[in-house]
């Protein structure tokens, strides 16, 4: 679910008025400093703040979280709820062009990554697919060499990559068909992500 609404989230961003990536900082990085070298300054500490909000988020998640392996019971609720009321924000921002929606959305998505950093020994990351397609290449690799393979972590990377591709194809679609409201859609799942763990929580403390 979070990889499908961070999909849907960086293509509504590319799409619209200023064509910026907010899931991921190595292309915005070089953006920025392809920007310095035509001395656009403007563009480029732009740029920046996009990446810088990216950070923040990260860094509330690990106010909230405190550890990034992860584990039942932990505040992943109270971080999703704040990263639903940040992409609903966003929508309004973008729904009104303004850039502020850009910021807001990168803060929501550098918080969803840092909230769940490792799973049964994986690097797990919700918002981009580098490290995903360079594990399953050297799996791949492995598999060719005949060596074993850890088919659940294959699994989990595999339903990652296609999460984040459908939910970028579906958010293209929703934004053709709707316009700017379409961030709705990611904010909706996330906050029902939210929902939903509390929920699990509390039955699970019940139980």
């Not at 989230?9 to 920007?35: D, E, P, Y």
């Amino acid at each position: 679910m979070l990889a499908f609404s961070a999909g849907a989230i960086n293509a509504m961003a590319l799409l619209t008025f200023t064509n910026n990536a907010v899931s991921h900082v190595t292309g915005t990085i070089t953006q920025a400093m392809t920007a310095l070298t035509v001395e656009s300054h403007h563009a480029s500490y732009y740029l920046l703040s996009i990446v810088g909000c990216f950070f923040l988020g990260a860094v509330t998640s690990g106010m909230i979280i405190h550890n990034e392996a992860l584990r039942l019971g932990r505040s992943y609720g109270t971080a999703l709820f704040i990263e639903a009321v940040v992409l609903f924000a966003a929508t309004y921002y973008f729904y009104h062009h303004k850039m502020t929606g850009e910021l807001l959305a990168s803060f929501a998505c550098g918080l969803q990554n840092a909230m769940i950093a490792t799973y049964s020994g994986s690097v797990i990351r919700t918002t981009h697919l580098t490290g995903i397609v360079s594990d399953l290449g050297a799996a791949l690799g492995h598999m060719i060499s005949r060596r074993a393979l850890n088919l659940p972590q294959l699994v989990m990377q595999g339903s990652i990559l296609l999460a984040f591709s459908a939910g970028a194809f579906v958010g293209a679609k929703m934004l053709n068909i709707v316009g700017m409201v379409a961030l709705l859609l990611p904010a909706t799942i996330v906050l029902c992500a939210s929902i939903g763990y509390m929920l699990m929580l509390r039955r699970h403390k019940t139980s």
